[in-house]
């Protein structure tokens, strides 16, 4: 039970092409809907299909569906419709978190602000190009958080189905905004505890990315108490690790890999566990050292590599990447404690490996 599977359990079932093409559909409905309302809106509609169909992991429709089919749900194209609702939950964070982080790029493309921004020089509109970008990104990412409701409401199941689901669907939409604000409030007031740093992934990233997506398959499935527990047991541990994993790559990263420039973590002052470990091992010259580098937009290739240099040799990088085997072993041990459907569960193994030991 420890090692990757030869199909990914995104691509298992045909999930991600399921989850594309309902994705695509419902897409193609909107951007004729917009057409119709004004021609302008039509470079809206394409930015979002851009965005939404361009690229993405589909690990929250996947920890969704996985975990409907694990409390027993039976697959259908309306359940695989509605998880595919996750993905402008996503759309809209990752809109959001460019603009807030003043991301040049997003999976090698332009961020959404950019891209807006660029349009209006282009067209030599009158006003701030750059006022125009982050207006169009934020109106963007909430026409992303309107269209997760609508898919999920639209997906063809019985209203009783998705009123099972709808506390956890709006819980972990509540949990993603608040924990983008406390990223926000961190950097802001430069808090650099290991505490804090925890809390901010847990609702930042690690529910919305597993727990909540599991517990809304689970409630799709109207699966037992017991089910739901084993999923928290394992989602919060493995969303945690997730979020580290992210960390690290947003430090270390190939950017051909991750689509965004090497070390952006550190330019954007980010408070992550990483940093928060390494500032709590250092002398008080490395956390000048950090302190002064972290958070400087104009930081280059060398300071990039000096503070890399120096969060290895205070053993934040090793703490950490043992902190994501830790929580991914409690992960897995979770699922041990429930009766799941054999298939699903190895899924839910598959992923958790998947999810923990990427490189973009």
Do not use: N
């Amino acid at each position: 039970m420890t090692h990757a599977a030869p199909v990914s359990p995104v691509d298992r079932a045909s999930l991600r092409q399921r989850v594309d093409k309902a994705l695509s559909d419902f897409l193609a409905g909107r951007r004729a809907w917009m057409a119709d309302v004004d021609d302008a809106l039509v470079p809206v509609a394409e930015a979002i299909e851009a965005f939404v169909l361009g690229g993405g992991k589909r690990l929250r429709p996947a920890f969704a569906y996985w975990g409907y089919r694990g409390a027993g749900g039976v697959d259908t194209d309306p359940v695989v419709t509605a998880l595919a609702a996750l993905e402008f939950v996503q759309a809209s964070a990752l809109i959001h978190d460019d603009l807030m982080d003043r991301s040049d790029t997003r999976r090698g493309e332009p961020a959404v602000h950019r891209r807006f921004a660029t349009r209006h020089r282009c067209a030599g509109w009158g006003g701030d190009p750059d006022g125009f970008g982050d207006a169009a990104a934020i109106l963007l990412g909430d026409l992303c958080l309107v269209w997760s409701d609508e898919l999920l409401h639209s997906a063809g199941l019985d209203p009783r189905t998705v009123a099972r689901a709808r506390p956890d669907f709006d819980e972990m939409r509540t949990e993603v905004t608040i924990g983008q604000y406390l990223d926000v409030l961190t950097q802001a007031t430069g808090d650099t505890s290991l505490e804090r740093a925890g809390k901010v992934a847990r609702y930042k990233s690690a529910k919305y990315t597993v727990e909540r997506p599991l517990l809304i398959g689970a409630a799709l499935a109207d699966a037992p108490a017991d089910v739901r527990i084993a999923y928290s047991a394992y989602g919060l541990p493995l969303g945690e690790a997730f979020q580290l994993r992210d960390d690290v790559l947003g430090v270390f990263g190939d950017p051909a890999q991750t689509g965004k420039p090497a070390g952006d973590d550190l330019r954007e002052g980010k408070r992550t566990y990483l940093v928060a470990a390494a500032l709590e091992a250092t002398d008080d010259a490395g956390r000048a050292r950090l302190l002064g580098g972290l958070g400087d937009s104009e930081l280059d290739t060398a300071g990039v590599a000096r503070l890399r240099e120096l969060i290895v040799d205070t053993g934040a990088l090793a703490r950490t990447e043992q902190r994501i085997v830790t929580l991914t072993d409690a992960a897995l041990a979770a699922l041990t404690a429930v009766d799941l459907d054999t298939e699903a569960r190895q899924a839910l193994v598959d992923l958790a490996i998947a999810a923990t030991r990427r490189a973009d």
